[in-house]
């Protein structure tokens, strides 16, 4: 699908506190000129997948919204998921709202609920077969690609790894089930670093840490990064030292640290070939 939807565009669900209505949604997606992607003003792909024939497709774009009505209009930044319903089982799911977009509804307020910062959803629109879910952008570069920057400096590494490990541990009742670096936006600025969440389609109550660090590993691994011994002990002592791990493991800070580590990498190792089925990082 090389677009989102412009045309029978409606709105099944949207934020009535951010202030705009959905006739005003409506209007504002199908404004979108998408025959011309990264183009001045114009939608920019954000995840890119390379299909069989050649050609290139996205589910995830950044693009400029004019809301309002005429005489007050606005124009707002915007991140759009698209899901195509395109089988049997998505149509079912699309009438009893259990898409990705409504599960991701969900889980960012599940989330923001208990204390995360997530990427906030404005509204779900449906046309010609797909929904388009419209999310707050947020500032700042993913995890992965502060890992893959080789120009980062050293003690903004080991705040990334210590924020990564904290927010592990806020997890201790609620989590997102793919914690893969792509889906965490760090925070830009000074001091420690806040972590956004932006995929928050499975959201599970409980504590695991150790699917949560596999995540960690698994999709930098896939592209042939791997993380200093440093940062992953640094995320490693910011979990142990919150006194979160099962009683079994231990006696003692540093054998409950082996042992978390040992559980991360049978985590790994049953996950098989990591390499991911569309690059991570590639863009436009």
Same mark, same amino acid.
């Given at each position: 699908?090389?677009?989102?939807?412009?045309? /029978?565009?409606?709105?099944?669900?949207?934020?009535? !506190?951010? !202030?705009?209505? @959905? @006739?005003?949604?409506?209007?504002?997606?199908?404004?979108?000129?998408?025959?011309? #992607?990264?183009?001045?003003?114009?939608?920019?792909?954000?995840?890119?997948?390379?299909?069989?024939?050649?050609?290139?497709?996205?589910?995830?774009?950044?693009?400029?919204?004019?809301? !309002?009505?005429?005489?007050?209009?606005?124009?707002?930044?915007?991140?759009?998921?698209?899901?195509?319903?395109?089988? #049997?089982?998505?149509?079912?799911?699309?009438?009893?709202?259990?898409?990705?977009?409504?599960?991701?509804?969900?889980?960012?307020?599940?989330?923001?609920?208990?204390?995360?910062?997530?990427?906030?959803?404005? &509204?779900?629109?449906?046309? =010609?077969?797909?929904?388009?879910? %419209?999310?707050?952008?947020?500032?700042?570069?993913? &995890?992965?690609?502060?890992?893959?920057?080789?120009?980062?400096?050293?003690?903004?590494?080991?705040?990334?790894?210590? &924020?990564?490990?904290?927010?592990? %541990?806020?997890? /201790?009742?609620?989590?997102?089930?793919?914690?893969?670096?792509? /889906?965490? %936006?760090?925070?830009?600025?000074?001091?420690?670093?806040?972590?956004?969440?932006?995929?928050?389609?499975?959201?599970?109550?409980?504590?695991?840490?150790?699917?949560?660090?596999?995540?960690?590993?698994?999709?930098?691994? !896939?592209?042939?990064?791997?993380?200093?011994?440093?940062?992953?002990?640094? %995320?490693?002592? =910011?979990?142990?030292?919150?006194?979160?791990?099962? &009683?079994?493991?231990?006696?003692?800070?540093?054998?409950?640290?082996?042992?978390?580590?040992?559980?991360?990498?049978?985590?790994?190792?049953?996950?098989?070939?990591?390499?991911?089925?569309?690059? #991570?990082? @590639?863009?436009?």
């Amino acid at each position: 699908m090389p677009a989102p939807p412009s045309d /029978n565009l409606r709105v099944v669900k949207y934020a009535q !506190g951010w !202030g705009y209505s @959905a @006739a005003e949604w409506e209007r504002a997606l199908r404004a979108i000129d998408w025959s011309r #992607p990264h183009a001045e003003g114009g939608p920019e792909r954000l995840k890119i997948r390379d299909l069989p024939d050649g050609s290139r497709d996205a589910t995830v774009w950044r693009a400029t919204l004019t809301l !309002g009505p005429r005489a007050h209009e606005q124009r707002h930044g915007v991140v759009l998921k698209v899901d195509p319903l395109d089988s #049997p089982k998505k149509k079912v799911q699309a009438l009893f709202r259990r898409t990705k977009a409504f599960r991701q509804w969900r889980g960012a307020h599940r989330l923001d609920h208990a204390g995360f910062r997530v990427s906030t959803p404005y &509204a779900i629109l449906r046309g =010609s077969g797909s929904e388009v879910l %419209v999310m707050e952008p947020l500032p700042g570069r993913t &995890a992965l690609e502060c890992m893959t920057d080789d120009r980062l400096p050293v003690r903004e590494q080991h705040e990334l790894a210590r &924020a990564l490990g904290l927010l592990i %541990v806020r997890a /201790n009742r609620v989590y997102s089930a793919d914690f893969k670096p792509s /889906n965490l %936006v760090a925070f830009p600025g000074k001091g420690p670093r806040e972590i956004a969440i932006v995929d928050t389609v499975d959201v599970r109550a409980g504590y695991d840490p150790v699917r949560q660090l596999a995540d960690l590993m698994i999709e930098p691994a !896939g592209i042939g990064i791997h993380p200093r011994v440093a940062l992953r002990a640094r %995320v490693l002592t =910011s979990i142990a030292d919150s006194g979160l791990l099962p &009683a079994e493991w231990g006696p003692g800070r540093k054998h409950a640290i082996r042992d978390l580590s040992h559980a991360v990498r049978r985590r790994v190792r049953a996950h098989g070939d990591p390499t991911p089925k569309h690059d #991570p990082l @590639a863009r436009a």
